[in-house]
């Protein structure tokens, strides 16, 4: 299973550093990604990541403030998210390509292993 972890509750303008760790699974040669679903509203793509460490980011929202990273040796995947605002308030979900060496995608539907999700809010 993905565990999501880190979530919280933080003031505009701060920081927070979600972790996913896979349990059962090595997800070393797969892609990773983070989506976030707000009240509402449609589950969205966030960052993703290659099993070598290639990233991608949604731009329009989040450009410059959140960085996707991963640690193969301990099976984890990161989001530090940084300048936090009112607008990234959701439920952020960790997910899986799991074919091996595949490349990022920011389709939902591209993923089959899902975690739970972490709260993050952010008020002003």
């Known amino acids: 299973q993905l565990v999501e972890s880190g979530g919280g509750l933080v003031q505009t303008g701060g920081s927070l550093r979600l972790s996913c760790a896979a349990h059962?699974?090595?997800?070393?040669?797969?892609?990773m990604g983070w989506f976030r679903q707000a009240p509402e509203k449609e589950r969205e793509f966030v960052a993703a990541?290659?099993?070598?460490?290639?990233?991608?980011y949604q731009t329009e929202n989040i450009k410059g403030r959140f960085t996707v990273s991963r640690d193969n040796a301990e099976n984890t995947v990161y989001l530090q998210m940084t300048s936090l605002k009112s607008e990234d308030t959701a439920l952020y979900y960790c997910?899986?390509?799991?074919?091996?060496?595949?490349?990022?995608?920011?389709?939902?539907?591209?993923?089959?292993?899902w975690g739970q999700g972490t709260q993050v809010t952010v008020s002003s």
């Open positions: 059962g699974r090595t997800v070393s040669r797969y892609a």
């Open positions: 990541i290659t099993w070598r460490g290639d990233t991608t």
């Open positions: 997910a899986s390509r799991t074919a091996s060496y595949s490349t990022t995608s920011s389709r939902a539907e591209d993923y089959d292993w």
